[in-house]
């Protein structure tokens, strides 16, 4: 019904920059908050970044100032403009939104995820 789907992981050096998209299509009504997560190996997942509707924007602590979050409401895309990347920022990378389809006079809000996009930073 709702399809999450990333792009822009990779292969990079320790300084590198990289650019993550994830287009939201499918049965969409609106989208609320878009946001990155990643998760290392062996470590749970983490917050990196969000953006409500309104476009106000949170990072967690080890990104701030070296990332960047933006969406696209037109298209649906989120975006997270990595820079100054470093080995630490190595995992795998999914793309999250809270979506509200509707399905003929229904609405319902519920939580998506991307499949995950792998950035890995040599260093």
């Known amino acids: 019904q709702v399809q999450l789907v990333e792009s822009g992981g990779g292969l990079v050096q320790a300084g590198d920059s990289l650019r993550l998209s994830c287009a939201a299509s499918?049965?969409?009504?609106?989208?609320?908050?878009m946001g990155w997560y990643r998760q290392a190996p062996g470590k749970q997942r983490e917050l990196v970044a969000s953006?409500?509707?309104?476009?106000?924007?949170n990072y967690a602590d080890s990104v701030k100032g070296r990332f960047t979050i933006s969406r696209d409401n037109a298209k649906n895309t989120v975006y997270l403009q990595m820079n100054s990347l470093k080995p630490e920022d190595t995992a795998v990378y999914y793309c999250?939104?809270?979506?509200?389809?509707?399905?003929?006079?229904?609405?319902?809000?519920?939580?998506?995820w991307g499949q995950g996009t792998q950035v890995t930073v040599a260093s």
């Open positions: 499918g049965s969409i009504f609106s989208i609320n908050a």
């Open positions: 999250n939104a809270l979506i509200k389809t509707l399905v003929v006079i229904t609405t319902t809000t519920r939580e998506y």
């Open positions: 953006i409500n509707s309104g476009g106000s924007t």
